[in-house]
C-alpha cells in the first residue's frame, strides 16, 4: 500500500520530475522534449556551467498555434526544470521562431515571432533565471507591436542582463521590408525608441528595395553590429551592415556600410567578433560569377573600415554551389573559420576553410572536405572546441532517413575524429536541423528536431573531444553515483554505477515485484524490458556503496 501510494504521488507531480542525463546509444540520445503535439525549430545557447538552453516552438496544445517552451540541461545532461519543459508563452495564438541568448547572469533571454494582436505579426521577449523564474511579464514583454509585421527576429545580449532584438519590418506605404531594432534593459524595458530605431535610413526610391535576413553580434562596449542583405539598388541583393551604441545612435553612416554591392546576389550573411580588430567578420553567399554561389568574407574594424579586399574576400570559388555558410572566431581560432554545404561534386557536402585576421587562407584552396560520404550531407552549424580548432555538425543521409552526425579539425585542418564523420543520431526516421555549442571542455551539446516518433520532438546529445559520448566518468554526478537511462524508457534500460550492481527490482504501481534480479554484474547493466507494459514504476537498485529508489517511465 506504501508504493502505491508513493506512485500516485509521483503519477501527480511527473510534470515537476526532471528525469534525463545523456544516454551513449546514438539511437536513444536524451530527450528533452516528447510531449504531445509537434517540438520543432530549436536553438540553444551555453549556460556558463558546461551545460545548455535549449528553446523551441512547441504544439503540445493540439489548437494548431505553436507555444514557446524551454529548458536547461546541466553538464550531465540532466533537466534542470520541468520533465519536457517550462511555457515562456502559451498565448492562444501562433507563437514561432525562437531565438535565443545568455544574459550574462547565468540565466537567458529569448524573443521570437507572435500573432496575438489582430493576428498580425509581432515581436515579444522574455528573460528566465537560472532557476527557471520567468522574470519579464507573462507570456513575454513586448518589443515590437506596431500594425504591420514584424517578424523573423534575431537576438544577441548587450552584456549587462539585457539584449538587442533586430527583426525585418514591413513598411506598407513603401511596399518593402526593412530591419528594425530595439534595446531591453535587464527588466525588459526599452531602452530606444519606443518603436525602435531602423538599422539604415534611406532616402528616395532606393527605400523600396527589401532590406532582409538580419544577423546581430554585440561589439563589446554596450551597442551592437548589425548586417543584413539589402536590394537599394532594385537590381539584386547586396551586404550591408549598422554599427550602432548603446543608445542607438548609427555610428555607420544613416544609410549604413555597403560590406560587398558586386553584380550578382550577395545573400544570407553571417556574423562573427573580430577580437584582433575589435570589429567583426562577415561571410556570405554571393553570385557574381554569373554562373554559381560561392563563398566569400570581409573583417571591418571598429570604425568601419574593410581588412581585405573590396567586396569581400573569396573563401570558395568551386564548381557548383556553395551556400548556407556558417562561422566562428574566437581568440584561441586566431582568425576565422568557417563551414558551407557544397555541391562541386555533384552531390551535396560539406567543407571548411580558416582565415587568418589579415585575410590569408590558412587551409586548402577552396576548402578542406568535411564530409564526402556518397549522400547528400546539408545544414552545417560550427562551434569552436576552446582550443584553437572547430567543431562542426551536420544533417546527413548517410541512412535512409537524415541523420545527425559531426567532425572536429585542429588548428591546422587536420580532421580528428573519424572519416566523413561520427554520428551524433541515427535513430529511426528523420533528425534535421542539427545546432551545436561548445560544453567548455573541449567537445560539444547538441540539439535537433527528431521524427522517431512519427512526430517531431527534441532531443541532445553530447560528445567529448575525441568524438565520443560523455560516459559515467565524465558526468561525475554531485548527488547520485547511479545513472539509469533512457528515461522514460521504450525497450532497452541500461543502469551505470561507480561499483558492481548487485541487484535491482522493478515495482509497479499495485507495488508487485516485475523484475528482479540478485546476481552481481559488472559496473554497467543492460535490461530488456519489452515485456513491460508502458506506465510508472519504480527501480530500486543497489550497488557496493548505495541503494537506489528512482521513478521509472516504460513507454
Known amino acids: 500500500m506504501k508504493i502505491c501510494f508513493m506512485s500516485f504521488l509521483y503519477g501527480l507531480f511527473l510534470p515537476l520530475i526532471s528525469l534525463s542525463q545523456w544516454v551513449e546509444s546514438t539511437q536513444i540520445n536524451t530527450s528533452v522534449c516528447t510531449s504531445n503535439g509537434k517540438q520543432s525549430d530549436v536553438r540553444l545557447d551555453g549556460n556558463g556551467k558546461h551545460g545548455a538552453f535549449l528553446v523551441w516552438k512547441d504544439a503540445r496544445q493540439g489548437s494548431g498555434n505553436p507555444d514557446i517552451y524551454m529548458q536547461q540541461l546541466d553538464s550531465n545532461g540532466i533537466e534542470l526544470w520541468n520533465n519536457n519543459g517550462i511555457v515562456l508563452c502559451n498565448n492562444t495564438a501562433d ?48 518589443v515590437a507591436t506596431k500594425v504591420v509585421r514584424e517578424h523573423n527576429e534575431k537576438i544577441a545580449s548587450d552584456g549587462n542582463g539585457g539584449a538587442f532584438i533586430f527583426w525585418e519590418q514591413y513598411d506598407s506605404l513603401m511596399g518593402a521590408w526593412d530591419i528594425w531594432g530595439q534595446h531591453l534593459n535587464p527588466n525588459g524595458q526599452a531602452l530606444w525608441n519606443p518603436s525602435g530605431i531602423a538599422a539604415s535610413i534611406i532616402p528616395g526610391p532606393l527605400a523600396f528595395g527589401d532590406r532582409l535576413n538580419v544577423k546581430l553580434q554585440k561589439d563589446g562596449q554596450g551597442g551592437v553590429y548589425v548586417v543584413w542583405q539589402d536590394n537599394r539598388s532594385l537590381v539584386d541583393y547586396d551586404i550591408y551592415a549598422q554599427h550602432l551604441n548603446s543608445a542607438g545612435t548609427r555610428l555607420w553612416g544613416e544609410g549604413g556600410l555597403v560590406i560587398c554591392n558586386n553584380i550578382g546576389t550577395q545573400t544570407n550573411p553571417k556574423i562573427d567578433p573580430d577580437s584582433v580588430h575589435n570589429g567583426i567578420y562577415v561571410a556570405w553567399a554571393d553570385e557574381r560569377s554569373g554562373l554559381d554561389y560561392d563563398i566569400f568574407a570581409q573583417s571591418i574594424s571598429f570604425n568601419g573600415s574593410t581588412n581585405w579586399l573590396a567586396n569581400g574576400l573569396e573563401i570558395c570559388g568551386a564548381a557548383g554551389n556553395q551556400s548556407a555558410v556558417d562561422i566562428v572566431s574566437t581568440t584561441s581560432i586566431g582568425g576565422l573559420v568557417l563551414t558551407w554545404k557544397d555541391s562541386r561534386s555533384g552531390m551535396t557536402d560539406i567543407y571548411a576553410q580558416k582565415i587568418s585576421p589579415q585575410g590569408n587562407l590558412q587551409w586548402s584552396t577552396d576548402g578542406i572536405p568535411i564530409s564526402l560520404s556518397p549522400y ?11 582550443n584553437g580548432g572547430v567543431i562542426i555538425t551536420w544533417q546527413d543521409s548517410t541512412s535512409n532517413d537524415w541523420d545527425v552526425k559531426s567532425q572536429r579539425v585542429d588548428p591546422m585542418g587536420n580532421i580528428l575524429w573519424q572519416l566523413n564523420g561520427v554520428f551524433v543520431s541515427n535513430a529511426d526516421d528523420t533528425q534535421s536541423h542539427p545546432k551545436n555549442i561548445p560544453d567548455g571542455k573541449g567537445g560539444s551539446i547538441y540539439a535537433w528536431q527528431d521524427k522517431r516518433e512519427g512526430q517531431y520532438d527534441i532531443y541532445a546529445h553530447h560528445l567529448n573531444p575525441f568524438g565520443q559520448f560523455v560516459g559515467l566518468n565524465d558526468l561525475q554526478p554531485s548527488n547520485n553515483k547511479l545513472v539509469i537511462y533512457p528515461n522514460p524508457c521504450q525497450n532497452l534500460l541500461t543502469i551505470e554505477s561507480y561499483t558492481s550492481i548487485q541487484s535491482l527490482s522493478i515495482i509497479n504501481s499495485i507495488g508487485s515485484c516485475v523484475y528482479n534480479s540478485s546476481v552481481p554484474t559488472t559496473s554497467k547493466q543492460c535490461v530488456d524490458l519489452t515485456f513491460l507494459p508502458s506506465g510508472i514504476y519504480l527501480i530500486q537498485v543497489n550497488t557496493l556503496l548505495e541503494s537506489s529508489t528512482q521513478l521509472l517511465i516504460k513507454q
Open 95 to 142: 507563437q514561432s521562431t525562437p531565438n535565443i541568448c545568455t544574459d550574462m547572469l547565468d540565466g537567458a533571454i529569448v524573443a521570437w515571432s507572435d500573432r496575438r494582436n489582430n493576428g498580425e505579426r509581432d515581436i515579444y521577449a522574455q528573460r528566465v533565471g537560472p532557476n527557471g523564474n520567468i522574470l519579464w511579464q507573462n507570456n513575454g514583454a513586448p
Open 376 to 386: 547528400s550531407q546539408i545544414n552545417p552549424n560550427i562551434c569552436s572546441d576552446g
